[in-house]
């Protein structure tokens, strides 16, 4: 199975692919989509778009994990957000691909084992589990890939009980 995992943002969002082949993770892509910072927001919405069309029409995803807002106490913030998020999600919700949100604590949880871990420790377990030396440059590609890495673990677990259950 391919998970495209998505860490969005109005100013860079993160995206990373995973594929979970005989109960081991594999990275096939990582990477970050950062519109210009000086294009209106609805233009930096649209290049955030645009590109998740191209992600999903290349690499082909099985499923999405994505990770839920969460709270912030400037409302102008969230709300950019929200729409980042949607910018990116929509391609894949035109392709019919099923989407899997996560909160950020489930996600640092599932990936660090603590659901307070901070950004640079989350990094570094993504490298662990998929066999890097080092974390990926980006703080976001590697939310992105931990979003997907919890998807791969929640749905391993899931099928395990239903076959146990069989």
Do not use: W
């Not at 955030?48 to 102008?76: Q, S």
């Amino acid at each position: 199975m391919r998970i495209l995992g998505i860490d969005p943002g109005s100013f860079v969002t993160g995206y990373g692919v995973v594929e979970e082949k005989f109960g081991k993770i594999h990275n096939l892509e990582f990477g970050i989509i950062r519109p210009a910072r000086d294009h209106a927001f609805l233009l930096r919405l649209s290049e955030i778009y645009d590109a998740f069309v191209i992600i999903v029409e290349r690499l082909a995803p099985d499923e999405i994990a994505v990770e839920n807002p969460f709270y912030h106490r400037n409302v102008k913030s969230m709300l950019q957000l929200v729409q980042a998020r949607a910018a990116a999600l929509l391609p894949a919700v035109r392709a019919g691909l099923p989407v899997f949100e996560y909160a950020p604590r489930e996600i640092k949880l599932a990936v660090a084992g603590t659901g307070n871990a901070e950004k640079e420790q989350v990094a570094r377990m993504v490298a662990l589990l998929l066999g890097h030396t080092a974390a990926p440059p980006s703080g976001d590609a590697a939310d992105a890939l931990a979003a997907a890495i919890c998807h791969s673990h929640r749905s391993q677990s899931l099928r395990r009980l239903q076959k146990s259950l069989a």
